[in-house]
């Protein structure tokens, strides 16, 4: 391991630490090195607050000059909620910048890096690129295509199941994995279900670990059936979102409305367009949404190739029943080569289940 990428593995190891806390702006950090000794850390910790490189140099003071800054996303050359940093970098007398990945934006990408390199600062680009690139894999797509990175979790048993055919589902998985799926919570702007499983289930939708975060709730309705009696309608623990159809029932919207919900009707006559609902959502600058609905509401979104990465929790269960829900429903593809792969696939025990991460990869192969 070179000295290089040793300082930028700090910087994202302290970048990391902030997931949940700085969107929709992305996760930062920078480390201040000079004479072989690092004299400025710095964290992105909020939008709308200081950058990393800022606090980095604040820290360093007078140590900055003439030392080597390490950051892992390209200092920004634009005025925003804060100023440039690649010229708060030129002001501090900085000799070296080693940057971990361009900014993905393709109208500021490469304009900070021309100011500092117009300074006659040195520029090194691309270390530990594609560990930032992931870092940021939110933000990324966020920046480029103005509508939300999607994620959908769910709990299975080995056979594909979410729950019995009489729709009991507790608890398919261990205690340790549904503590994990609090963190995932707490990682995301929005959480995501069909009002079916809010009729059958009446889930808070809230972030249960120390300090964590409630995302938004966001329900699909078509016809606004949700039982005002629910939590996710009283509770006052995050706001509620429902989307819904043209056809929705309009006396039922009032009440929601009075209830402090906020309703966004969509264009569809009968069902809730989920490209739609990332539309206003990507408006609304939301950056990230877990799905955890079920199988009707995960197919629609994997049908319309709207889902980013998958998470599987499979529990070493098998429950049977060709009533019994399975995690995706609806048509299902005709042919084998229609079927959607997994790639960058990783796999972590948590307990006694199964954890299953991968992307999906909507280009078909075969004959």
Not at 202 to 210: F, H, K, Q, S
Not at 247 to 268: H, I
Not at 320 to 329: I, Q, R, V, Y
Request: glycine share 8%; aromatic share 6%; hydrophobic share 40%.
């Amino acid at each position: 391991m070179t000295n290089h990428e040793l300082y930028m593995d700090l910087a994202l190891n302290n970048a990391q630490a902030m997931k949940g806390q700085t969107d929709p702006n992305p996760l930062v950090g920078s480390v201040i090195v000079n004479d072989n000794r690092i004299v400025g850390i710095g964290t992105h910790l909020k939008a709308g607050e200081p950058h990393a490189e800022i606090h980095a140099i604040r820290m360093a003071g007078e140590k900055a000059k003439g030392g080597t800054i390490y950051v892992t996303l390209e200092p920004c050359s634009h005025h925003g909620r804060t100023g440039p940093c690649a010229v708060a970098i030129v002001e501090a007398g900085i000799k070296k910048v080693v940057i971990a990945t361009l900014d993905p934006n393709p109208v500021v990408s490469g304009n900070g890096v021309k100011i500092l390199e117009d300074a006659g600062i040195e520029v090194i680009i691309g270390v530990r690129q594609a560990e930032s690139q992931k870092m940021n894999e939110v933000f990324n797509k966020f920046i480029v295509e103005k509508t939300p990175f999607i994620t959908l979790k769910a709990g299975i048993t080995l056979d594909g199941k979410i729950a019995t055919h009489s729709f009991d589902s507790k608890w398919i998985t261990s205690e340790e994995a549904r503590r994990d799926v609090h963190h995932l919570r707490n990682e995301n702007m929005g959480i995501l279900v069909g009002v079916n499983t809010v009729i059958q289930d009446d889930p808070e939708l809230t972030t249960r670990i120390p300090n964590g975060r409630n995302p938004i709730r966001i329900i699909l309705d078509s016809t606004l059936r949700i039982p005002l009696e629910s939590k996710v309608i009283h509770d006052k623990l995050a706001e509620t979102w429902i989307f819904t159809s043209a056809n929705f029932d309009k006396e039922k919207r009032k009440v929601l409305d009075e209830a402090g919900v906020s309703v966004f009707p969509t264009t569809g006559s009968k069902h809730v367009n989920p490209t739609e609902v990332l539309q206003i959502l990507g408006e609304k600058l939301v950056s990230s949404v877990l799905i955890e609905g079920g199988g009707t509401v995960n197919w629609s979104f994997l049908e319309n190739k709207l889902i980013d990465k998958l998470v599987l929790y499979v529990a070493p269960k098998i429950i049977g029943g060709h009533t019994a829900p399975s995690f995706l429903a609806g048509s299902g593809f005709d042919k084998m080569k229609d079927a959607v792969n997994l790639s960058n696939l990783s796999l972590e025990q948590i307990g006694r289940d199964y954890k299953f991460t991968g992307y999906p990869i909507y280009t078909h192969e075969g004959p």
